[in-house]
């Protein structure tokens, strides 16, 4: 039987879960001898999910689900420079081996995630969500996600190196508690904003079509005369104590707003939109459309994890 597993666990986390579950002694072993692949490890390979679908999964998920549903992709399909919305391939977006404004430098989790996990599906599991690298919280239980062991002496940084699942024993101390980095208490814009960015992953953002994103962005120029310095107040104020994970972000939504085209193949573009999109809608409130779009309804539905079999 293959190990169940919730939307959004990243594919090196099912990938862990398949090895420990016995199903092959380990992942290598099961990718060996495949042309041109010489994976390290379970949480090291980063192959394409058409090889993971043939030769692992065997043929469900499809590969397509698994950009869908465990990868960074849909993200591209809202907000990435000359993305295509309707009709878009999912094939043709980058999947395991996202831009570099998206994974953070190390792993994440939410213990209340981890203990949800499981008891549903019998370990934690590493999910999409938690590993944005400008998204320091969960946003479905708004807890600052943990990023290191907390056994006496440790604090060793949850790395993709250990072939471990969340909640499991640290590698270097055996303790399976875990801390966050120091959060101060979570400002509702910086909520807002990582809302958005993992909405993101599941439902098309309006504000950042291509037919609407000059709306958008001419909306900010408007309310602040084109200006950089009263947008970058207000983003100040808006996000609170986490203005400092973003400052960099937003100094770059600034110039995005009065200037867009020079910037525009920046790799800062797309999570300095969503920061965009994020204000004004605390501002103007969602589009009416926000919430009927799904990619799931659009592309492919994703089979339910209990019907998967090894």
């Known amino acids: 039987m293959f190990p169940t597993f919730p939307h959004g666990a990243t594919i090196p986390s099912i990938l862990i879960a398949y090895a420990q579950a016995g199903c092959v002694p380990s992942v290598r072993q099961k990718l060996s001898g495949l042309h041109g692949k010489t994976p390290r490890g379970a949480m090291d390979y980063r192959g394409d999910p058409d090889v993971l679908e043939k030769y692992v999964f065997g043929g469900v998920p499809a590969a397509q689900d698994l950009r869908l549903h465990h990868t960074f992709a849909p993200i591209h399909l809202s907000c990435a420079v000359g993305a295509s919305i309707t009709g878009a391939s999912l094939r043709s977006l980058p999947a395991t081996r996202p831009e570099p404004y998206l994974p953070a430098f190390t792993l994440r989790m939410c213990t209340q995630c981890v203990e949800e996990d499981t008891a549903k599906f019998g370990c934690g599991h590493w999910r999409r969500e938690h590993q944005l690298r400008?998204?320091?919280?969960?946003?479905?239980?708004?807890?600052?996600?943990?990023?290191?062991?907390?056994?006496?002496?440790?604090?060793?940084?949850?790395?993709?190196?250990?072939?471990?699942?969340?909640?499991?024993?640290?590698?270097?101390?055996?303790?399976?508690?875990?801390?966050?980095?120091?959060?101060?208490?979570?400002?509702?814009?910086?909520?807002?904003?990582?809302?958005?960015?993992?909405?993101?992953?599941?439902?098309?953002?309006?504000?950042?079509?291509?037919?609407?994103?000059?709306?958008?962005?001419?909306?900010?120029?408007?309310?602040?005369?084109?200006?950089?310095?009263?947008?970058?107040?207000?983003?100040?104020?808006?996000?609170?104590?986490?203005?400092?994970?973003?400052?960099?972000?937003?100094?770059?939504?600034?110039?995005?707003?009065?200037?867009?085209?020079?910037?525009?193949?920046?790799?800062?573009?797309?999570?300095?939109?969503?920061?965009?999109?994020?204000f004004k809608r605390a501002v103007c409130g969602p589009p009416p459309e926000s919430e009927m779009y799904r990619w799931s309804d659009v592309i492919s539905p994703h089979p339910d994890p209990s019907d998967i079999l090894c």
């Open 134 to 278: 400008f998204v320091r919280i969960c946003t479905t239980h708004m807890k600052a996600l943990h990023d290191r062991c907390a056994g006496p002496g440790c604090g060793a940084e949850f790395s993709i190196k250990n072939n471990i699942l969340p909640g499991q024993a640290c590698t270097s101390c055996g303790s399976t508690k875990s801390a966050s980095t120091p959060i101060k208490p979570i400002s509702e814009g910086y909520r807002a904003y990582c809302k958005l960015f993992t909405d993101a992953l599941v439902r098309r953002i309006p504000e950042l079509d291509l037919n609407n994103r000059h709306d958008l962005l001419r909306g900010s120029m408007l309310t602040h005369g084109g200006r950089a310095n009263p947008l970058n107040k207000q983003f100040m104020s808006w996000l609170g104590h986490q203005f400092s994970y973003s400052h960099s972000l937003c100094h770059f939504a600034e110039h995005y707003v009065c200037n867009p085209d020079p910037v525009s193949a920046s790799r800062f573009s797309a999570p300095a939109l969503l920061l965009i999109a994020a």
